[in-house]
């Protein structure tokens, strides 16, 4: 099946620290691949996509490339800032009309 | 551009008691939507989906339903309440762009039974 495996957290960083938060996936076919970012007591919001091989998505200094020979889509960012403490979800889209398949989650917490 | 709206955004409920959380998406036609549940400190759980009106898809069989009267609203309702239904709910909608279902997230309703 479709399945989505994010490293567990919490990870706790330093401010201008250097992140990575691992991704790997197993899915049929060529997924859209995706990471959403959840501040305390709100929803999720998108915070980049890559929909083929090799694509690199990047929004607010995250950034995340989609590697078909790994399966695997890591968060990276190079400077977190304590405004960057959240949880953040991998998720997957199959091709088709289909709900996205989503990892745990990995809580971030940033301290001055 | 499109928005999506869930009320209550709280709500503490007693044990046995029925609920109603709506969901309602601006902005855009036939769209897919999904209710979400979050327990604390948990990832999330799909509940339901639907394509269209009428049309509802039963992930985890529990004492919640849903329904989809109109094109662009969602409803998640049960009539007695259980001690394990307290949570975070998330509506969210998408619409396919070159094949891709990114999904989009409403801000939730914190709901408490006691």
């Known amino acids: 099946g479709n399945s989505v495996t994010q490293m567990e957290g919490p990870v706790t960083l330093s401010e201008e620290a250097f992140l990575t938060i691992n991704c790997t996936y197993t899915a049929t076919g060529y997924p859209s691949l995706f990471w959403y970012v959840q501040y305390p007591g709100e929803g999720l919001q998108l915070l980049l996509k890559?929909?083929?091989?090799?694509d690199k998505g990047s929004n607010k200094g995250f950034e995340a490339t989609y590697r078909k020979e790994t399966t695997s889509f890591h968060l990276e960012k190079g400077s977190v800032q304590v405004s960057d403490s959240a949880v953040y979800f991998c998720?997957?889209?199959?091709?088709?009309?289909?709900?996205?398949?989503f990892g745990k989650g990995t809580r971030l917490s940033v301290i001055a | 551009s499109q928005t999506i709206h869930q009320w209550p955004a709280t709500l503490v409920q007693p044990v046995g008691s029925p609920l109603s959380l709506e969901c309602t998406v601006e902005g855009t036609s036939n769209p897919n939507l999904y209710w979400y549940r979050q327990a604390a400190g948990r990832g999330l759980q799909l509940l339901f989906y639907s394509v269209g009106i009428g049309q509802i898809s039963s992930e985890v069989p529990q004492n919640l339903s849903a329904s989809r009267p109109q094109d662009r609203q969602f409803i998640l309702s049960s009539k007695k309440l259980l001690l394990s239904d307290s949570g975070f709910y998330l509506c969210?909608?998408?619409?396919?762009?070159?094949?891709?279902?990114?999904?989009?997230f409403g801000p939730g309703t914190r709901l408490t039974v006691t």
């Open positions: 969210a909608w998408s619409v396919g762009t070159d094949g891709s279902y990114e999904q989009y």
């Open positions: 890559a929909t083929k091989a090799d």
């Open positions: 998720a997957l889209n199959v091709p088709g009309n289909t709900p996205l398949v």
